[in-house]
């Protein structure tokens, strides 16, 4: 299965650490944009194998880095 993560928050520097520590375990972001005062990411990887288990990993990056905004698709 393939997922599609959404990240949104005030903080760029916040958003630009989980994209880093996503990217060292084999996300792809696609895109890193602003809105006023608002900045949003997407990443996305393949091969995921749970929904429940993908939830639970990312769930821990967004507590841990009082991530605002998280959403997710799996295909």
């Not at 650490?17 to 696609?30: D, E, P, T, W």
């Not at 005062?37 to 639970?56: H, I, N, S, Y």
């Amino acid at each position: 299965m393939k997922v599609s993560h959404t990240f949104k928050s005030p903080e760029r520097e916040k958003l630009e650490i989980v994209s880093g520590l996503l990217q060292q375990a084999g996300y792809k972001v696609s895109k890193l944009s602003s809105q006023p005062e608002l900045f949003r990411m997407k990443v996305g990887r393949e091969g995921v194998e749970t929904e429940a288990g993908e939830r639970q990993r990312i769930q821990g990056l967004v507590d841990h880095f009082e991530i605002e905004y998280w959403s997710y698709t799996i295909h």
